[in-house]
């Protein structure tokens, strides 16, 4: 079965940085492209960023330039580079494929910006 666990959220300051991890178990993951997606308080949950296997990337707008996601297959995690970050990043977050994700969210990670 296949299970995601996300950790590394927490409470920063605008402009601050933190790190997502996610390790993933019952998948291979060096065949699946994985995204990173937030939900926000009364929003939709979205795809933020997407990395393939071979390693190409791709983000939303609203993060382009600021966030960057990264995989280490050896280790089954998928990591979440956040950094200047804004208040309008509040949200839960969490990974899992960014094709047809499974079925089966992992619990998330809160990231709060807030002063």
């Known amino acids: 079965q296949v299970q995601l666990v996300e950790s590394g959220g927490g409470l920063v300051q605008p402009g601050g940085s933190l790190r997502l991890s996610c390790v993933t178990s019952?998948?291979?993951?060096?065949?699946?492209?994985m995204g990173w997606y937030r939900q926000a308080p009364g929003k939709q949950r979205e795809l933020v960023a997407a990395?393939?296997?071979?390693?190409?990337?791709n983000y939303a707008d609203s993060v382009k330039g600021r966030f960057t996601i990264s995989r280490d297959n050896a280790k089954n995690t998928v990591y979440l580079q956040m950094n200047s970050l804004k208040p309008e990043d509040t949200a839960v977050y969490y990974c899992?494929?960014?094709?047809?994700?499974?079925?089966?969210w992992g619990q998330g990670t809160q990231v709060t910006v807030s002063s």
């Open positions: 899992n494929a960014a094709v047809s994700p499974y079925p089966n």
């Open positions: 019952g998948i291979i993951l060096r065949f699946y492209t």
């Open positions: 990395i393939t296997s071979g390693g190409s990337t």
